[in-house]
């Protein structure tokens, strides 16, 4: 059947810190919720179906959706609720725009909201490996990336000093995100070198922060979306690679991610991306350590194979580069895992409608976002100033 | 004839159910699913475009508990996502997925190992952990509460509830034949409640596999068109009266007037609820009768109306997560190859706070 288009018309974060003591974890999510609405006038009487993203056994909270039902506003209404990972904010992006373009649906709200402050996420974390063989060695982000980051490092030639960079780029652009959490204007290269070793090379200034935060969307067909917001930022394409349950069936995993190629390779396709260079004006990339960011260049087709190194040492994602990556700060900045996602859209949409702020790239047609989660899963989606 | 556009199911099966499948792992569980329904379609696993599935990351005691069935759901390098509720519910999603014209052939996957958790445990979890937890609340104790109510403003009481419980297990021929007697001498939990009140933990797994009309009328098996559904929440059990269920009588309006069908054109109605008295509760709500009529409806004996739960529902032995989605299955397969209505009911969450519903037809 033929899709509604749909277009993000709204987004709204809360102000993300490492304990927000000020909020309940219902409180915390409302906030973002109700900054999004607020930006277009939106009532809850307006959404037609919200859809929820947490990861539950971050903070201990079985059936979340269900305990914080009302104060998400989705009293009466339809509340589908999703937990794919670090994915999940992106799985609940693309699951707005399917409700809204399969017709079902005129306006639909996404939020995403974790206060990892109140639970243990590393420990939750760990069960995703292999009882017997990986849980030990790769407990948790830190090993997981460690351990990918040494393939990565291996195949590609990538240094330290490249891997800090994107570090201080991470932390400085923070700084203009008045929701970022993470922000250090006077960061260099060599704080980062001489940053704690996490677990080799993984440095302390290497990984992301541990956030509590939210973000929301408000998610419309095409016959409102004009009404909604002066310049919508359109779908243009949504899609998801899933990839194998254990990280050791797949070696290489971060010098070939090979659910990012996929997914990237299939959206491409669907939106007349030739060359991603320079066919997109900005991109909000889920980066979780700095050699992820690096690899990610690579198999998002921004650079050649082994590249990404080159590509962070000519500036070209810098916010006066080329191709700005993460103009927000991405996940090395800001870490609410079951919003941080969302917020990749988020901000993508919002570089798109010209309202990212002191963060805003010039000119912004076309943006790219991705979800990492999983095991080294994606979802992803493209967004652009005019319908497809 | 060209089929309808919309989404169908050309494939259904169920694990083998069980209060403890110690013999298979949960990837094992629900590959017993997701390979008999495959297989039923006519399809491979190279042939599905992606899943959706329905699991509890508490039940399954680790997080990103799709990660478990990713590999054997067709969800590697394709389109995979997770629905944290009853599988009717990641029905509805995939409908959504399907008619947006974004997959043509997919598999909706619902999977509990119950026998890996403890309930209580699991159930106090969710709990506000400041105001709720000190009080030890689980979901026992809260449908106690609302049973208490219910009984006393309905005029049903256990004994009506007793019958609920029998009659599924005689209609699911899953696990032990039990009557009435048996469940009210069962050990009492929350009064007024008693063990077999309450829908026995199991492993369970159900799939569909479900694909749009181009696919359904290209493979050539018997297909049951998903009319539409619809889904509604409630506020938390603590703050709502819960001897009514607005949200599901105004869930089911929705979709009969989506689908521009009355409530009496159907011939199947299946109401998922882990407790008997929930379930007079629910089909008193949408108004399927009263007293010893709509007890009798759910032990076949209907007087000339379409008996409810013919399944047998939760009760016959199914799971959390699982029990919508098995309803939904076994209404399918009912209904393939023949024409005839059916509405099948998932319920997620204490004292039913969310209700989803799909509408099946079968495509003579």
Redesign the interface.
Known sequence: ????PSAIVAAGQTDHRSRRLDVSLGELAREAVDRCLASRGLAFADID?IVAGN????E????V???L??GLG????????????GTVGA?VA??CH??V????YERVLGVGFEKQS?GSTQS??T??GDPVWERAVMAGAIGNFAAMASTYIHESGATEEQAAKVAVKARRNACRNPHAHLKLPDITVEQVLESAMLAHPIRRLDMCPSSDGACAIVMAAEGVAGDLAEHPAWVHA????????YMGDSPKRLAVM??LR?ASEKAYGIAGIEDPRRDFDVAEIYEPATYAELAMYENLGFCAPGDGGTLIDEGVTEMEGDLPVNPSGGVLATNPVGATALIRVAEAALQVMGEAGEHQVDGVRRALATGY???AWTDLMILGREPR | MDFPAGSYVVGVAHARSAPARDDVNTTELAWEAVSAALADAGVGLADIGGAVSASQDFWEGRTISSMSINEIAGGTLRSEAKVAADGVMALLYAMARIEDGDQTLNLVLAHSKESQADPHTVELAGHDPYYHRALDPDETIAAALQAQQFYARSGFGPADAARIVAAARRHGGVLPPVDAADVLASEPTADPLRTLDRAPLMDAATALVVCDAATAQRLGVPAVRLVCGAARTAPFWTDRDLTVAPELSGTVDEALALAGWQLDSLERIELTAPFAHQQLLLAGQLGLGEGPELVARFEGGTNGRLPLNPSGGWHAGSAGTVAGLAATADAAAALRGRAGRALVHGATGFCTQSHAVVLLEGVA
Do not use: C, W
């Open positions: 059947m033929t899709p509604v179906a990861m539950e056994m971050f201990g909270i079985y059936l959706d269900q305990l039902a009302a989705g009293t009466g209404k339809p509340v589908f609720k999703l937990n794919t990972g799985s693309i699951a399917h409700l373009a399969s017709g079902r109140e939750a974390i069960t995703v949504a899609v998801t690679a899933h990839d194998q349950q090979r659910s996929a989660g999983g095991n």
